[in-house]
């Protein structure tokens, strides 16, 4: 089993709402990640948690907050959000960061519109 | 300098003909290479791996890796309508402080 569930797989929301993403694997990784994607770009690291700790964050704006529940679990809460931060929301898990031949598999992602 | 380069495309094949997607990487000691299929609107799926210099089969797809030209390669035989999407190639780059890199990603149609 290599899934990993987003949800809501699509939202809308306007600039002064509050809004979470939900991401959950049970593959037992230790390792998750949020990536944000633009139309025919690649995904762009946003954050990364491991062993339910942060370990980077790619200077992403304080509009969205990660949260790490458990190790199943990982949550980016949105706040105050721009127009240009419309874009496909991806989550990612992986066994543990650093080993050589570790994976990155994808949730099927939240597309979110800010109006 | 970008760290993973691909062809932007759009590339185009006749269905039943081979697919070569390419890409190259900055980082030496890159260890780790990968391959996405990404559809249109949907999320990236992982479709090949590569670690060790050389060819690996998997069905239709073979993914080529030379470190020593910091090269790693798809080919798609029998190509098919179906395989008409955006392909990410990304390195495992701990170098960068990240565990994945991607690259632009190559836009591939296959024609019926």
């Known amino acids: ?115 | 300098q970008k760290e993973v380069e691909q062809n932007s495309g759009p590339l185009s094949v006749p269905e039943g003909a081979i697919a070569s997607l390419n890409c190259t990487y900055s980082d030496r000691v890159s260890q780790s290479f990968f391959w996405y299929r990404q559809y249109s609107g949907k999320s990236p799926e992982l479709i090949m791996s590569i670690y060790s210099n050389g060819d690996k089969e998997d069905g239709r797809f073979t993914a080529q890796l030379n470190k020593a030209s910091q090269y790693v390669s798809l080919l798609i035989r029998d190509s098919q309508p179906s395989d008409s999407a955006t392909y990410l190639c990304a390195v495992n780059a701990e170098a960068y402080g990240q565990n994945f890199v991607f690259g632009p990603g190559t836009r591939l149609s296959v024609l019926p």
């Open chain 1, 1 to 115: 089993d290599t899934e990993v569930t987003q949800t809501p797989k699509h939202l809308v929301m306007g600039m002064t709402n509050k809004k979470s993403l939900k991401c959950e694997q049970h593959m037992g990784h230790r390792a998750m990640y949020w990536y944000k994607q633009k139309a025919k770009k690649p995904p762009e690291l946003m954050f990364v948690y491991s062993y339910e700790k942060l370990s980077i964050n790619e200077s992403v704006p304080s509009r969205f907050s990660p949260e790490c529940p458990n190790s199943s679990l990982l949550n980016l809460h949105l706040h105050a959000l721009q127009p240009e931060d419309s874009a496909l929301y991806l989550c990612a898990s992986s066994q543990r960061r650093g080993s050589v031949n570790e994976k990155l598999f994808f949730g099927s992602g939240t597309q979110l519109s800010v109006l």
